[in-house]
């Protein structure tokens, strides 16, 4: 199961009231891509349902940590794997998948 695409792009109605369409962008890095083919099948699945829903970031309900060092950088939970992510702030918002990777101890280093 590999990405076909390299992101993909939503639209989503904002919670204003002016009912404006805010588009988010979704772009995997290269590393990223890598490491997801490396995962067993029925996790892949989970974690792109998970990635698919930070369209609605920061409003989506998901274990989303800011990470200390990062300004705009993330780490999202999907079971026993993180996703390190960055918000890139602009017309449309882009968040790159920045790696996926098993939690260890060494998995932020």
């Known amino acids: 199961m590999n990405i076909d695409k390299k992101s993909y792009i ?3 109605r904002c919670s204003s009231r002016t009912g404006k369409v805010r588009r988010m962008e979704i772009v995997w890095s ?3 891509e ?11 699945r989970k974690i792109f349902e998970k990635v698919d829903q930070l369209t609605g970031f920061p409003t989506v309900n998901l274990d989303i940590k800011k990470m200390k060092d990062g300004d705009n950088e993330y780490r999202m ?22 790696m996926v990777k098993r939690r260890a101890t ?3 280093s």
Do not use: H, M
């Open 10 to 12: 939503f639209a989503r």
């Open 106 to 108: 060494n998995t932020y």
């Open 30 to 32: 290269r590393r990223a």
């Open 34 to 44: 890598k490491q997801l083919d490396s995962i067993d099948v029925r996790y892949r």
């Open 77 to 98: 939970r999907v079971g026993d794997y993180r996703v390190l992510f960055e918000v890139i702030d602009g017309v449309p918002t882009v968040i790159k998948i920045l």
